[in-house]
């Protein structure tokens, strides 16, 4: 099949189109970075130049010598906690909740699933009073509970990990049951591997979604040695956008999304593998 | 696994001493909303203070949505900070709430506490009901910067004369610019426009508390920027005007006196600051607002430390030139008068006592309201989408039901309702 | 397909037992969820019916939030309301589409067994979502920035971009898809990944076409994962907040002021609060989001028998 001449010209035609998506991906990202090194009277020079008319690292000087006095290796540290045992947790607590929603029949399952999922669904505004009060009687206020736990909540990842653990065949978890296998083996030996690539997907989400949040930790973390990187990082640097200083802003945004890139680049090449092995699987 | 495990381990010790970490019941602990530069500042100002070593060192966080922030701890009643930095226009709302404790009991035992030593329209901002309810920081304000370059290019110097540049003015340059060159930009064009209003003798609120923007003073401040634009002068519609100013495009940005810290950024850019424009030389406003140290109800806080508090105010009434460096004009008469500030751009607006008089602080309680609301119409107004009279009438409206919300409900607040001393 | 379908009939006609084993598998995240989500929701559902500045306690009000805000055109929070949820609806109309189509697109491609680099164009495609929003924002602005930017000076466009219509659209659409492909890319090469060879092959050798092997295996294969993107791509667009503030702050003419920057102005603007307005408004988006992901459920439930 492979030497088909079909087989060529999509190939082909699969590398032109995702060539120029990725360009036009490429390019708002590449101009950010050479911003970056660009002064502010470089960057407000009428007419358009991609690079600098000269390299400097003024940015990420000033951006880095602006939080000298911050705590910033705590907060790196404290973030590196958050991020992780939430993660942990979510995976956890997701693939248990997905599996009792995907493979176990018990009355009103589906009822009580979409009615978990509807009520996720209004958006969440003046719930920030009521989330802080409940926190604040957990005792979590200034303690890194108070934002690794209350995520997990969320249902959307419950979602995504349901429906795929519904697209697998009922016999799998069937002919086990039939040879004594109890539900949590059958979860555990046959449903999560089968899985395992968008349980990676869903702890990159997990993962990012919590370092990169700030509002919620600036209400619940108010002593500033708490703090998550991300959050601190905006109380020093959100000042920025404000005054278009474009040249630091882009450089705070890069230096920020080092952590989060090297995971996903990281957990990508578990994710590629995971997809090669689950090659094959029949329908 | 090995990993995995030392991960977790190092997870679960370090949570340890996080639990650990707590606060010392000695500290003064002042929330504010001063996010990026202006907080460092801060926090290099409370390290001065605290190597003085005082009883109540204080201990300072920044929050980048303090309001939420102190709504959020107000309704469960505890993590209450002893002291906060607010704007001048939500002391009669926090009054209102009792949200906000006075400091007449406290400014018998400390001289310097009294309204002549500060900016008096700073220092009657925390004046409600004859209570004195914040003690104010700074003054921060519109102000106009102007390219000396362009203006020496055109021959415009002076226009400054007088410190006040006109409309007539700006209008004389109709048709003397080169193209892709303009005389004013829109950054701030909301401040820019109520101070207009009020040198027209117009106000935001009247004697009873309602707000008045469909107004024909206000009318006439849309009519003469609209004017700027039909002649060409203002930047162009979607163009950021504050850009536009640092690639020396512009000749006069009505900005923020903190917008120096970007403008000082561009090498080549010689620019210098004076009064925002106005209809005459003679009647000339910058609107500003006023950072005020407020202490939050409290039940629990000691009277000791609230001398302390007070011991903080003191002390920031003689030192606090330092704040200057955020490019803020310290309230304080102590520090605008001394020759250290003379030195920042921004004692332009100290100079004389005709110069304080026109900083205009609105106090207004639904101040927050009227600003947003003119906000979402005046681009649209200026730039001719839509007419003078629909986006004043809009704005009002907003603002009336806005209002309405608070008052209608007849919230005769019951205090006993608040629940703060939970 | 059919064997499976019936499958799960014959599981759904046996006997239901409700018993505790369950619970071992949902009651952790169901008791998050009643503390986390199900309350604070109770709480906001409450004060829908009040008058409530964040710092008083809440008056009761009943109905008048919503009588006001849909029966009332006289007052600005029906306007607001009405013209936020329509701009809103364009937001949803214009991106979940192509929220869903390219990545599809894409993942299709990127499952071409001849292509190499897949790891380097899937990291293209996602790391744009991990650049913060406002550093995001500025970007776009700056390349459609006349006076600096490359669309003008290089492309020659004459457009004011993000001050005239449907150009502000556009250039928030093309903002947010930039940073939100990525995370339903993976999703679907996760759920290609599981679909076997055999049947791609058992197609060539009936002579399928291309556009029939898409239509007959790959979509019904991933249908789940593909019903979970579009949902939660919908639910999402319709909780769009930062991008039109930081591109156009919701101009001109107010026509990107889409509702949840009513309903934040509301509850955390810059006066005192109107939260149980703001909570009231809130409650209604969320039913038009619960409205349309039950529709989107049946359509995709319906057309798989």
């Known amino acids: 099949m492979d030497r088909t001449k079909s087989f060529v010209i999509t190939k082909w035609a699969s590398y032109i189109l995702l060539s120029i998506t990725a360009l036009i991906w490429l390019l708002p990202a590449v101009y950010a970075f050479t911003t970056s090194f660009k002064t502010q009277s470089d960057v407000m020079q009428t007419g358009f130049r991609l690079l600098p008319a000269s390299w400097v690292m003024d940015n990420y000087a000033r951006v880095l010598s602006n939080s000298s006095s911050a705590p910033i290796v705590r907060w790196f540290l404290n973030s590196v906690l958050i991020s992780t045992t939430h993660t942990i947790l979510m995976v956890i607590v997701v693939s248990l909740a ?145 005054y278009m200083m474009m040249g630091q802003l882009m450089a705070s945004a890069f230096l920020a999304m080092i952590p989060t890139s090297l995971l996903f680049l990281f957990a990508q090449k578990y994710f590629i593998e995971s997809l090669n092995l689950n090659t094959g699987l029949k329908g | 696994m090995n990993i995995k495990k030392k991960l977790l381990f190092g997870a679960a010790t370090l949570s340890m001493s996080l639990l ?262 003679d009647t000339w406003h910058n609107r500003g607002s006023s950072h005020l140290f407020g202490m939050l109800t409290n039940e629990d806080r000691t009277e000791e430390k609230e001398e302390g508090v007070a ?110 001393e939970e | 397909m059919d064997k499976s379908m019936s499958q799960e009939g014959l599981a759904l006609e046996k006997k239901k037992k409700f018993n505790l084993s369950q619970w071992i598998f949902i009651g952790p995240h169901f008791i998050f969820f009643i503390v986390f989500i199900l309350f604070p929701m109770i709480y906001g559902f409450y004060a829908s019916f009040t008058r409530w500045n964040l710092i008083s306690s809440p008056t009761w009000v009943g109905l008048q939030n919503y009588q006001t805000i849909l029966g009332d055109p006289t007052s600005s929070f029906y306007r607001q309301f009405r013209r936020g949820l329509i701009n809103t609806l364009v937001f949803v109309a214009g991106t979940v589409p192509l929220q869903v189509i390219i990545p599809l697109a894409l993942a299709i491609m990127l499952q071409h067994r001849g292509i190499k680099g897949k790891g380097l164009f899937q990291a293209i495609f996602y790391i744009p979502g991990l650049i913060s929003v406002s550093a995001a924002a500025i970007v776009w602005l700056l390349i459609f920035n006349p006076r600096l930017g490359p669309v003008n000076n290089l492309l020659g466009s004459e457009v004011t971009w993000v001050v005239n219509q449907p150009y502000a659209w556009m250039v928030i659409f093309l903002m947010t898809l930039w940073g939100s492909i990525g995370g339903n890319l993976v999703i679907y090469r996760s759920a290609m990944s599981g679909i076997s060879r055999d049947l791609y092959e058992a197609a060539d050798i009936d002579g399928a076409s291309g556009t029939v092997k898409f239509f007959k295996i790959t979509i019904p294969m991933i249908k789940f994962p593909l019903l979970y993107t579009i949902v939660m791509s919908t639910a999402g667009a319709f909780n769009v907040y930062a991008q039109p503030l930081m591109v156009t702050q919701g101009g001109p003419e107010q026509t990107t002021h889409v509702l949840m920057m009513y309903i934040r102005t509301l509850a955390f603007g810059q006066g005192q609060s109107v939260a149980g307005m703001a909570a009231a408004m809130s409650i209604l988006l969320g039913l038009v989001i619960i409205v349309i992901a039950a529709f989107q459920f049946r359509i995709m439930y319906h057309n798989a028998k």
């Not at chain 1, 449903?191 to 993962?207: D, Q």
């Open chain 1, 98 to 242: 997905a599996f009792g929603y995907a493979r176990l029949d018990f009355k009103y399952r589906d009822t009580m699933f979409f009615t978990v999922l509807a009520i996720s669904m209004f958006p969440a505004v003046v719930n920030i009073i009521p989330n802080y009060m409940i926190v604040h009687r957990l005792g979590w206020v200034n303690t890194p509970l108070a934002v690794i736990v209350p995520g997990i909540a969320a249902v959307g990842n419950v979602f995504l990990v349901r429906q795929f653990m519904t697209g697998l065949p009922k016999s799998y978890d069937e002919s086990a049951r039939m040879d004594g296998a109890s539900d949590f083996t059958i979860y555990l030996k046959i449903i999560v591997p089968l899985i395992k690539p968008v349980l990676i997907v869903t702890s990159i989400f997990s993962f990012t979604g919590s370092w990169n949040d700030f509002l919620w930790p600036t209400i619940v973390l108010n002593d500033v040695r708490q703090l998550t990187i991300t959050a601190g990082m905006l109380l020093l640097q959100d000042i920025y956008g404000n």
């Open chain 2, 20 to 281: 650990a970490g707590c606060g010392n019941s000695n500290e003064i602990v002042m929330w504010t909303p001063l996010t990026g530069e202006d907080g460092q500042i801060m926090d290099q100002m409370i390290e001065e203070y605290n190597d003085t070593d005082p009883e109540f060192p204080v201990s300072h966080v920044v929050t980048p949505d303090l309001y939420t922030q102190i709504y959020t701890v107000m309704n469960t009643g505890e993590g209450t900070p002893d002291l906060a930095i607010i704007h001048a226009d939500r002391v009669e709302g926090f009054v209102r709430f009792n949200m906000l404790k006075p400091f007449d009991d406290l400014m018998g035992n400390h001289p310097n506490l009294v309204e002549d030593n500060y900016i008096e329209q700073a220092w009657t901002a925390g004046e409600v009901d004859g209570s004195q309810y914040t003690i104010p920081l700074d003054v921060h304000s519109n102000v106009l910067y102007y390219n000396e370059d362009l203006l020496a290019e055109y021959g415009v110097e002076h226009f400054l004369d007088d410190d006040v540049l006109t409309f007539d003015e700006i209008m004389s340059l109709e048709g003397e610019l080169d193209e892709g060159h303009y005389a004013i930009n829109t950054s701030l064009m909301s401040w820019v426009l109520l101070a207009q209003a009020v040198n027209l003798g117009g106000d935001i609120s009247d004697d009873e508390g309602n707000p008045t923007i469909d107004t024909p003073e206000m009318r006439e401040a849309v009519q003469a920027l609209v004017e700027v634009e039909e002649a060409g002068l203002m930047t162009p519609q979607g163009e950021d005007g504050y850009a536009m100013f640092q690639g020396q495009t512009v000749l006069f940005s009505s900005d923020g006196t903190w917008s120096s810290l970007a403008f000082d950024m561009v090498e080549d850019l010689n620019y210098g600051v004076t009064n925002i424009y106005s209809f005459d030389s």
């Open chain 2, 311 to 420: 011991e903080f105010l003191d002390w920031v009434y003689e030192n606090s030139v330092t704040w200057a460096e955020a490019g803020q004009i310290p309230a304080s008469r102590e520090v605008y008068e001394s020759p250290d500030f003379e030195n920042y751009q921004q004692s332009f607006f100290t100079k004389s006592q005709e110069q304080i008089d026109s900083l205009l602080i609105f106090d207004y309680e639904y101040y927050g309201y009227v600003e947003a609301a003119i906000n979402l119409v005046i681009m649209d107004m200026v730039y001719g989408n839509i007419s003078i009279e629909d986006g004043l009438a809009a704005a009002q409206q907003e603002v009336e039901d806005l209002v309405a919300q608070g008052h209608g409900a007849d919230i005769d607040v019951d205090l006993d309702e608040l629940d703060l």
